[in-house]
């Protein structure tokens, strides 16, 4: 577990968990959710391209998520915002399906997208995953105080001289990439469970900001570490055991909240 070979598996499952812990924070705080789950989905169909063209997968990741920044910010102007992200995700899942219908060579890397694949990580792939939780994490704490303003009161944070639709537009720049980083690690379809339920976790037990920011990302990282360790010894999928103990973790700390409740 502990060999030469896993040494990069443990760097970059501790990078994508700090940075899951500290974005899920305003995921759960802000409601976006759905923001979180349609995002990986619809940056996957980047990664997709990115085989067909030959390049990096976080290429494409990251355009992808860009492009999906930029669909849900523009139609919310018009409309409800879980709208956009739905007509957003829908959009770009419909291009996923072209780019995969267009060559079936790269079913591997499609499966690993989708449930995750961390075990045997290359030293290429650190350098990126290095860098994009570096830029999510400062962009995160430099807009730490408006973030908090602009989600609990779009009319404070007026008042305040802060722009809730430039906040909202940061916040999805952020929450998308910390999705490309963190999709090849747990997979598109689980990658949201590592960013929600630490989070809600810890916004369960904990109403202060910091000390909540710091509890959700203790979490991510012992369910990350955990999650490896069985997958390693089990060769099931990691995305399995990522969002089987955020399930567990969550309903635990509802009970121990509703058992406070009942001493009071």
Not at 23 to 32: D, E, H, K, P, Q
Not at 78 to 99: C, I, P
Not at 113 to 118: A, K, M, Q
Not at 183 to 193: I, Q, R
Request: glycine share 10%.
């Amino acid at each position: 577990m502990f060999s030469s070979f896993m040494i990069n598996t443990w760097i970059v499952v501790t990078l994508v968990a700090v940075v899951a812990g500290l974005v899920g924070f305003f995921i759960v705080l802000r409601g976006a959710s759905f923001a979180a789950h349609a995002l990986p989905l619809g940056t996957f169909p980047g990664a997709a391209l990115a085989g067909l063209l030959g390049i990096n997968s976080f290429i494409g990741l990251i355009v992808f998520a860009g492009v999906g920044v930029a669909g849900i910010n523009q139609l919310a102007k018009n409309g409800r915002h879980e709208v956009a992200t739905a007509l957003t995700l829908v959009m770009l899942l419909s291009l996923g399906t072209v780019f995969l219908s267009i060559g079936s060579q790269y079913s591997q890397q499609v499966y690993a997208l989708l449930f995750g694949e961390v075990l045997g990580v290359s030293r290429a792939e650190l350098l990126p995953v290095a860098a994009i939780s570096i830029l999510a994490t400062g962009l995160t704490v430099r807009l730490f105080y408006p973030l908090i303003l602009s989600s609990v009161s779009a009319e404070l944070a007026d008042v305040q001289g802060i722009s809730a639709k430039k906040m909202e537009l940061w916040f999805l720049a952020i929450l998308a990439l910390a999705t490309a980083m963190a999709l090849p690690v747990v997979g598109a379809l689980l990658v949201f469970s590592l960013m929600v339920g630490p989070a809600a976790v810890a916004r369960t037990l904990i109403s202060r900001p910091v000390p909540a920011v710091l509890l959700s990302v203790a979490i991510a990282l012992f369910t990350v570490w955990l999650a490896i360790a069985l997958s390693y010894e089990t060769n099931w999928p990691v995305g399995f055991f990522v969002g089987g103990f955020g399930a567990l973790f969550y309903a635990l700390a509802k009970g121990w909240q509703a058992f406070r409740r009942g001493g009071k």
